[in-house]
């Protein structure tokens, strides 16, 4: 308070809130000093220590400029009265109360404190979080909105109920008064009596305001949004840039989604694609975000801490072509192998649109195999996030049967998790080219040669370790086939076992012929 000389305290009490004020090295003033509205506490603290409660003391600014509190908190022990609540301010000189204070209900709605983003910058247009109730199916959407259409609606037709049981209909241009309720006027204490009535009476705009393209930009089940900032990036060569917008949503459970949207080349639609989830304060939710175009960073804060990520974040998170080039910040160079941030020359495709454009850059590797040998062919790719529950495809180039899909078999190509594929007990019929796929893009390729001729004893480790793979191979598929006959020998031993308890011992059973003489 003032010069800092002096602090402000306000406690719960014992469910009976107090404040006062004490100097900065927390012993109390003196007799003769006296603050004048100091002693009660309710609607400046809470009654209860756990519930939410947050106040701010302003020195300078309010009525008559003097000090002041303003609080929001629970005015009641019950704890059915919030409120934002601003002290009576007294006269520093007098102790006399000058200005009453001043209070407003809190108001919970869960339209009015969604996430609004606009660009600086921008002002044609914001974007916006919407988040299901949390009674329900969760889910959150993020959509734009233009200014334009806002202002458009409020300058359309008004909406009325005449009576209590008649429909809700458009007011027309002749009902409304002068000058028309929205527009801006030097004193509103100079408007008729009648437009102050119409307003009062007709809340509601007829046309509403529609996000734009009639859909969200992106939407996500089972998940609540809780910020959202957006950037515009403009990447492309040389006399074709294109502006992407990319948005970061941080959800309540810790993390960022980075979601990336253009417009097709056609200019007929607009498209959009999840890019990236980060790991940022998980398990705590995000609860503010900024973007520092100056330091090319996006500022992540929870309730303990504060995370700094770089925008350009793309040797770190993108290692393949393949996620490379769908970044708007990012290009990947083929020579190096790497993925750096985007210049003319590097190669990007954002919207998806060039087939084959990481081609070049697949991982091409040669494998040698003998005659029955199992083999582990590996595409360790990563994927874009929008694009990684697809499932890869594996394709086989040989003269036999061109190319053809390798269908998933146990005893013959087996799925690994990572996206790779076992060939078990290779022949003449198994060398080829293996492609594998991500629908139309080419992850891996591989040329397998089988050595069908060669049959000498093994003279090398690597050798050593082919022969003792392919024979525990032969040993799971024994193991296998003793467990079947097994379970089917049990089966006719139930079923014989079930026979005899069934027969009675006055049964006549058909006797077999004598064998012939």
Known sequence: MGDGSRLYVCGTNAHNPKDLVIY???????????????????????????????????????????????????????????????????????????????????????????????????????????????????????????????????????????????????????????????????????????????????????????????QPMFYRRDLVFTHLVVDKVTSGTFGSDREYTVYYAGSNDGLVYKIVEWTADDRSAVRSELLDVFHVTAPEPVRRMAISRRHKSLYVSSDTGLRQLHLEMCNGRADSCLRCVRDPYCGWEKDSRTCRPYVPGLLQDVAGSQTGICDSSVLRRKVAATWGQALHLGCNVKLPEQRSHQPIDWYLWN????????????????????????????????????????????????????????????????????????????????????????KKQAQCRGQNRSVNQNSHSNDIHQQPPPPPI
């Open 399 to 486: 003269k036999e049967r061109g190319r053809h899909r390798l269908e998933p078999s146990p005893s013959k190509y087996v799925p690994t998790v990572g996206g790779g594929v076992v060939v078990l007990s290779a022949t003449e019929q198994d060398a080829g080219r293996y492609e594998a796929r991500l629908g139309e893009d080419l992850l891996c390729v591989y040329t397998v040669t089988v050595d069908t001729h060669r049959c000498s004893a093994p003279d090398k480790s690597q050798e050593y370790q082919k022969v003792y793979a392919d024979w525990c191979n032969q040993f799971e598929k024994y193991k296998s086939a003793m467990k079947a006959w097994e």
């Open 24 to 214: 900065a090295n927390l012993t109390s003033l003196t007799r003769t000093e006296f603050v004048a509205g100091v002693g009660n506490g309710i609607a400046k603290c809470p009654f209860d220590p756990d519930d939410n409660s947050t106040a701010v003391w302003v020195e300078h600014g309010n009525p008559g400029d003097l000090a002041g509190l303003y609080s929001g908190t629970v005015a009641e022990f019950t704890k059915a009265d919030n409120v934002i609540f601003r002290t009576d301010l007294y006269d520093t000189v007098t102790k006399r109360k000058k200005y009453l204070f001043k209070r407003t209900i809190k108001y919970d709605s869960k339209w009015l404190d969604k996430s609004v983003y606009k660009v600086p910058g921008d002002d044609t247009r914001f974007y916006a979080v919407f988040t299901t109730s949390m009674t329900g199916l969760m889910g959150s959407a993020i959509c734009t909105f233009s200014l334009a259409d806002i202002q458009d609606a409020f300058a359309g037709k008004f909406k009325e109920q005449k009576t209590s049981s008649s429909a809700w209909l458009p007011v027309s241009n002749s009902a409304v008064p002068e000058p028309r309720p929205g527009q801006c006027v030097n004193d509103t204490q100079t408007l008729p009596d009648m437009v102050l009535t119409f307003i009062q009476s007709h809340p509601l705009v007829d046309q509403a305001v529609s996000h734009q393209r009639n």
